[in-house]
């Protein structure tokens, strides 16, 4: 495991800024079930030593981290947060495209449906996901170093933690087939030269790296800016940053 700094060239807000600090770690031998599992132990830890309680207060609103922690796939919270939608249809590129544009979610037909339906998730689901909740079962499209789900190919053994409508954690289930990672890196490669921007490259390094052998392995990434903001109650991550990204001036 790894505590350390990232970065991301991306915009900043209440929860993001450039420079941030991440726990990362990988289980070998371990499932997602595994992971999950140790980031709710985590969290109750740390709630008993800081507050002798589970119970904490964060902007207003009591939360009880004493578990076990809601889970809902990610199909299962679309419909539960947009019940008009229809239930048969999440994985139809032609019906997420008309919900998107409703949604005002920039949309076409080089947009595949496993990333249609992550966009509605993030843009109606996610800061409603108040209790601490796992959201799992994400589709392939958006996980592209993420292990298939054995009973469903469309989608992938990881999952996201979310308390108070923020993502704290993202685990999953490691990808160590090089075959099946050479074409997830080949089909990102048409997206990127589809225009997304946020599409990977071919990584030939990583690739040679999984044909010399990777056990079952799990990994986790966790913000510890963001768990740091929920334990201390403070509303924005430039309150628990040492030096915070500054505006210009002018």
């Given at each position: 495991?790894?505590?350390?700094?990232?970065?991301?060239?991306?915009?900043?807000?209440?929860l993001?800024?450039?420079e941030?600090t991440?726990?990362?770690?990988?289980?070998?031998?371990?499932?997602?079930?595994?992971?999950?599992?140790?980031?709710?132990?985590m969290?109750?830890?740390?709630?008993?030593?800081?507050?002798?309680?589970?119970?904490?207060?964060?902007?207003d609103?009591?939360?009880?981290?004493?578990?076990?922690?809601?889970?809902?796939?990610?199909e299962?919270?679309?419909?539960?947060?947009?019940?008009?939608?229809?239930?048969?249809?999440?994985?139809?590129?032609?019906?997420?495209?008309?919900?998107?544009?409703?949604?005002?979610?920039?949309?076409?037909?080089?947009?595949?449906?496993?990333?249609?339906?992550?966009?509605?998730?993030?843009?109606?689901?996610?800061?409603?996901?108040?209790?601490?909740?796992?959201?799992?079962?994400?589709?392939?499209?958006?996980?592209?170093?993420?292990?298939?789900?054995?009973?469903?190919?469309?989608?992938?053994?990881?999952?996201?933690?979310?308390?108070?409508?923020?993502?704290?954690?993202?685990?999953?289930?490691?990808?160590?087939?090089?075959?099946?990672?050479?074409?997830?890196?080949?089909?990102?490669?048409?997206?990127?030269?589809?225009?997304?921007?946020?599409?990977?490259?071919?990584?030939?390094?990583?690739?040679?790296?999984?044909?010399?052998?990777?056990?079952?392995?799990?990994?986790?990434?966790?913000?510890?800016?963001?768990?740091?903001m929920?334990?201390?109650n403070?509303?924005?991550?430039?309150?628990?940053?040492?030096?915070?990204?500054?505006?210009?001036?002018?």
């Amino acid at each position: 495991y790894e505590i350390n700094r990232s970065f991301r060239n991306e915009g900043v807000s209440t929860l993001h800024n450039p420079e941030f600090t991440m726990l990362e770690l990988y289980l070998a031998y371990a499932s997602y079930e595994d992971i999950m599992k140790l980031v709710e132990e985590m969290v109750i830890k740390i709630a008993e030593d800081l507050n002798g309680s589970t119970m904490i207060k964060y902007q207003d609103q009591e939360y009880d981290l004493s578990g076990p922690y809601q889970r809902m796939t990610l199909e299962e919270s679309v419909i539960q947060f947009n019940p008009d939608m229809d239930a048969n249809k999440l994985r139809d590129q032609d019906y997420l495209i008309n919900i998107c544009k409703k949604l005002k979610i920039k949309a076409d037909k080089n947009t595949t449906a496993g990333k249609l339906l992550f966009e509605i998730f993030e843009k109606t689901v996610e800061d409603y996901l108040i209790e601490p909740t796992f959201i799992t079962a994400y589709p392939k499209d958006v996980s592209p170093l993420s292990r298939a789900n054995d009973e469903d190919s469309w989608l992938v053994d990881r999952f996201e933690f979310f308390i108070a409508g923020t993502e704290l954690a993202n685990g999953f289930q490691e990808l160590n087939d090089p075959d099946d990672q050479s074409d997830r890196f080949k089909a990102q490669v048409k997206e990127r030269d589809s225009g997304d921007d946020e599409a990977m490259v071919y990584d030939e390094d990583y690739i040679e790296a999984l044909e010399y052998g990777m056990p079952p392995t799990s990994g986790l990434g966790v913000g510890i800016d963001r768990l740091v903001m929920l334990f201390t109650n403070s509303p924005s991550i430039r309150d628990v940053l040492f030096f915070p990204h500054m505006r210009d001036k002018s």
